[in-house]
């Protein structure tokens, strides 16, 4: 029985590399996606076996098309790809239901595999990427219910944060000093009442801030 795949990446070349890998398998490649809302339609429309679901993308990332894709089809298993092996975007993937996180450094023999189980509904989620994401995930301070007064600039802080961007990266996306936006990032962390950023991360995916 074959497993029907849509893959989504923003670069060709990572996508021929997938095409290349699943040649003369059971996993058909059904369709293809460069961006986040392409690949939401694309699903919408085939209703695949598996999404594999690049992190970052121009125009619509990969986080927020795993959200509307579980929200959506809930019963199509999505298994994000990423070259970023990044405690946020891992802990973004746990709370948004993916069915697993792989970097794109992974052996052919992984990915078939994970495609496999992914597509069989099984979690390929290991021991030690939970163990990670499990404080971020379980913290009790972090509710939904929690009003936080958060400043109109820690707000877009917060959301560049959920994002996974570095402190640099986010400086430059928001014409700010590298200094501002470590102000910026503590003074979130004290108000939402965690200890580090993929906690803070989690928090604003749960508020719907990101």
């Known amino acids: 029985m074959s497993i029907r795949l849509l893959i989504a990446d923003d670069h060709a070349v990572v996508r021929a590399g997938i095409r290349s890998m699943v040649a003369g398998t059971e996993i058909e490649i059904v369709a293809e996606a460069s961006q986040g809302s392409e690949a939401f339609q694309r699903a919408l429309e085939l ?46 993937s746990v709370a948004l239901g993916a069915a697993g996180y792989l970097v794109k450094s992974a052996s052919k023999e992984l990915l078939l595999s994970a495609i496999r189980q ?3 509904g099984e979690s390929i989620w290991t021991r030690e990427e939970l163990r990670r994401v499990t404080g971020a995930l379980s913290t009790p301070r972090v509710a939904i219910d929690l009003e936080v007064p958060l400043t109109k600039r820690e707000s877009e802080v917060l959301k560049q944060l959920a994002l996974g961007l ?16 470590k102000e910026h990032v503590q003074h979130i962390l004290r108000k939402v009442g965690v200890s580090d950023r993929t906690q803070a991360a989690v928090w604003a995916v749960r508020q719907g801030l990101a």
């Open 166 to 181: 570095s402190n640099k990266e986010i400086a430059t996306s928001l014409s700010i000093s590298y200094e501002t936006v």
């Open 118 to 120: 992914a597509a069989a």
């Open 47 to 92: 209703r695949p076996d598996l999404v594999l679901l690049d992190v970052r993308m121009p125009q619509s990332d990969g986080i927020s098309c795993l959200g509307r894709i579980r929200a959506e089809l809930p019963n199509v298993p999505v298994l994000m790809f990423s070259a970023y092996e990044n405690p946020t975007y891992v802990a973004r």
